[in-house]
């Protein structure tokens, strides 16, 4: 079944198509993946569906459960299930792990944000009353992220870049915690141009110059995307009309 | 009302019982409660508008148990003025926490005027924690010199706990001499029509000096801040941090005018300064995760100032 139905979606920039006709289907419980080069546009699709400030001017459907979200702001996306995790995630100087965490899910023991911590792989009594800001490492504020995510239990979640910036190790944990979250019932999107991450969905769309230019087996879009996509000297250039290059 | 009564506004009871901890608490020009402990000389004498204060901590004393002064007044209305001297002999260490108690005020003002000199090696950490009416009725100007001499430490934090700003001004200055360390923060709120007047200044005159002048404010309605930091350099070596963020909401206003003067070749200082709105992106983190605005806002300030 359907959970996310984008229809048409155009969002221009500076004169410039960020988002070009897209659409898509995002199907309720799986792990989806939105491979492509940089400047495709997978971030922007992923503001853009979560209705971020500077992503909202766009045309075009996105319809999620039946209700479409154009008019929407932010927070009632994420109250009907809807959050993303940045590539980048926000610091917060003096705000806790703890009271971060506990905003996810509104009323939420020590005990209960201490387990979405051990599931992300960091100690609670270390990270607890640590502040969400720059002492932490990216790693640590991916993973914190992740856990508030894990507490939300959203219907639908954006995760942007998980790998970006992080060891193995942490790699691991996101892993397990993108299985945590499809075991819950959330349903996945990551956003990547890691073949690594790509492998770890059970479909996935091949983005081009702000559309999708195919969809399906993860391992097919892999190898076109290994054969075809790294090579290309393709730029995401305005107005490309279907042409698509050497892509 | 008892002046101890602003013992319970402060919740320090445990405190004021503990044969081990010194106190002082005194209400309006009242000294209401005191105990001091071995090492620490406490003189308070009562004027018309409030007391005089003269404070002595011995050589190498080391006060393990902070010291809690309380000083306020229950009445809607009255002036209470404290004058301090405070010496902090070679070596010694003191943790002072104030408490400044004015739940009810309406039209209240509290001065304080502090003359503090810490000894070599010494170290002094003052927590100034304010209870105000929800009123905003009162004007506190709290003022203080301190000198610190060679290898000495400073730590100040100012918060308000409770209630409205009202009118606050403070205006702190300390001199550093070699080694030695001074950290200065405040961190306060402001909505209705409240003023923040923050002055720290902080002078680096002796090598190897290092001081951080850190100021949070978020001010909403119409509240306004001015945070004037000051930080000279002036000895080899010396390093220092100024470091102010100011959140503004619906009609407030702010400023912040960080100076920094460096007249030593081999002395550095940095500033930073951020005035505006609450953060887009963090923001939308908190959104993205159900909060409306003013729960995300709400949230990102009371971090900021925590």
């Known amino acids: 079944m359907s959970m996310l139905e984008i229809k048409n979606l155009i969002l221009s920039a500076n004169g410039k198509r960020i988002l070009d006709g897209l659409s898509l289907d995002l199907h309720e419980g799986y792990v989806h993946a939105i491979v492509g080069p940089n400047g495709a546009g997978k971030s922007t699709l992923a503001s853009a569906v979560m209705g971020l400030s500077g992503y909202r001017d766009i045309t075009g459907e996105m319809i999620f459960e039946g209700q479409n979200l154009h008019d929407l702001s932010v927070d009632e996306r994420a109250r009907k299930g809807i959050t993303l995790a940045w590539q980048e995630p926000a610091r917060f100087e003096g705000l806790t792990v703890r009271k971060f965490i506990r905003a996810a899910a509104g009323d939420m023991t020590d005990q209960a944000v201490a387990d979405v911590l051990e599931k992300v792989g960091l100690s609670p009594l270390m990270h607890m009353p640590r502040a969400v800001d720059k002492t932490l490492s990216g790693g640590e504020r991916k993973k914190i992220e992740l856990a508030s995510i894990l507490a939300m239990k959203p219907r639908l979640v954006m995760l942007d870049e998980p790998d970006s910036g992080i060891d193995i190790e942490s790699l691991r944990r996101i892993k397990q915690a993108i299985t945590v979250l499809k075991a819950d019932g959330s349903t996945v999107l990551l956003i990547t141009h890691s073949l690594e991450v790509l492998g770890w969905a059970e479909h996935a769309f091949l983005m081009c110059c702000g559309r999708i230019l195919d969809k399906g087996d993860p391992e097919n879009i892999s190898r076109y995307f290994k054969d075809r996509c790294i090579p290309c000297d393709h730029k995401n250039l305005p107005q490309m009309n279907g042409d698509m290059g050497n892509g | ?306």
Do not use: W
């Open chain 2, 1 to 306: 009302m008892d002046n101890l009564e602003l013992t319970k506004f402060a919740n320090i009871h445990a405190a004021i019982d503990d044969p081990d901890t010194a106190h002082l608490v005194i209400g309006l020009n009242k000294i209401v409660s005191s105990r001091t402990v071995d090492g620490l000389e406490v003189d308070a004498q009562e004027t018309p508008d409030g007391v005089k204060l003269k404070i002595i901590v011995a050589e190498g004393t080391v006060i393990a148990k902070p010291v809690h002064m309380c000083f306020g007044l229950l009445q809607e209305a009255g002036i209470q003025e404290i004058e301090m001297d405070m010496v902090i002999r070679a070596g010694a260490k003191i943790n002072v926490i104030a408490h400044c108690v004015f739940p009810n005020a309406v039209d209240v003002r509290h001065v304080m005027d502090a003359k503090i000199s810490v000894g070599p090696h010494a170290n002094y950490t003052y927590l100034e924690r304010h209870i105000h009416s929800d009123e905003g009725g009162i004007t506190v100007v709290p003022k203080a010199r301190i000198e610190l001499a060679e290898g000495a430490r400073f730590k100040t934090d100012f918060e308000l706990l409770q209630g409205r700003v009202g009118v606050i001004d403070i205006d702190y200055e300390t001199t550093c001499g070699p080694d030695s360390v001074m950290e200065m923060t405040s961190k306060i709120r402001g909505r209705g029509d409240d003023l923040i007047k923050i002055r720290e200044t902080g002078h680096l005159i002796g090598e190897r000096s290092r001081g951080v002048l850190t100021s949070r404010v978020a001010v909403k309605d119409n509240a306004r801040a001015e945070v004037y930091n000051k930080l000279t350099a002036t000895a080899a070596y010396a390093r220092g941090h100024v470091d102010c963020k100011e959140i503004i909401q619906g009609n407030a206003s702010a400023n912040a005018v960080p100076i920094v003067e460096v007249s030593h070749p081999k002395a550095h200082i940095t500033h930073e300064a951020a005035l505006g709105s609450v953060d887009t992106k963090q923001l939308e983190t908190l959104m993205s995760r159900g909060l409306n605005e003013d729960e995300a806002s709400d949230l990102i300030v009371s971090g900021l100032l925590s």
